[in-house]
């Protein structure tokens, strides 16, 4: 299987996905933008701006998607009272903490999901079956991917406030075994076609813990979906970044 394939021909952002999942990119990163979120949230980012203090915003942009998307009054998007409310309940929040308890579980699929429909990256590793989880993760939900729309808009409106002078972070990733990635070259510092979705840290120390490897990467920081302190209590792993893939220059060391 080819690079190429990792990459569909149509997405839902400024750039497509052959450019934004580049080592070029990695290298030379501009903003992405989700097609037509900044036009239908102006209202909020307005707000936010208002606010000086990281915790008041972070509430705030909670209660926005609360009335925004009917979280707390579900009959009201259209949830008929007698219906069973088990995945009409799943929302962001939900999506987001189960990703850290199973990544190839039905929340992990979602995830997945929607980074292969905005950016038009593919899932490289899924375990299990990726659409029946998919499926089965958005079905009776309550519009959960726009939902994740506004979780990344807000993630890069917070990270452009607290790194205003860089582009990137260095970021962490342990594991066992280096063959469910694929190796594209070897010069000195190799390249590796990420998963779309993938979880990194902050602490060298913290990624040692999960295996043998540790991958070492200068994420742009147009490509965090989301971090651990972003919103209260939002992901399990300490200094936990979800990364949004495609081919990466990266450090390996054992």
Not at 80 to 89: D, S, V
Not at 184 to 207: C, I, M, P, Y
């Amino acid at each position: 299987m080819g690079k190429d394939s990792a990459f569909l021909p149509f997405n839902r952002c400024n750039l497509p996905a052959g450019l934004l999942g580049s080592l070029s990119f990695q290298q030379h990163p501009v903003s992405l933008q989700l097609d037509g979120l900044e036009a239908l949230h102006r209202s909020l980012f307005k707000h936010l701006h208002g606010l000086p203090d990281r915790a008041a915003r972070a509430q705030r942009f909670m209660d926005y998607m609360t009335v925004h998307f009917c979280l707390e009054a579900l009959e009201e998007a259209g949830l008929e009272a007698h219906k069973p409310r088990k995945r009409a309940n799943a929302n962001y929040l939900r999506v987001l903490r189960g990703w850290g308890f199973d990544s190839n579980g039905r929340e992990g699929a979602v995830l997945k999901g929607w980074v292969e429909s905005r950016f038009g990256l593919t899932v490289q590793y899924h375990q299990g079956n990726f659409e029946f989880d998919r499926c089965k993760g958005l079905y009776g939900t309550n519009a959960l991917e726009s939902q994740l729309d506004l979780v990344y808009t807000y993630c890069q409106y917070e990270l452009a406030l607290s790194y205003s002078l860089q582009s990137h972070l260095t970021l962490y990733r342990g594991v066992n075994a280096l063959d469910e990635y694929r190796i594209l070259k070897r010069d000195g510092k190799q390249a590796l076609l990420l998963n779309n979705v993938s979880s990194f840290t902050h602490s060298r120390e913290r990624a040692d813990e999960f295996g043998d490897y540790i991958i070492e990467v200068r994420v742009p920081l147009v490509k965090v979906l989301a971090y651990y302190d972003l919103l209260p209590k939002l992901l399990r792993g300490e200094g936990e970044y979800l990364v949004i893939g495609g081919v990466y220059e990266v450090g390996i060391a054992a």
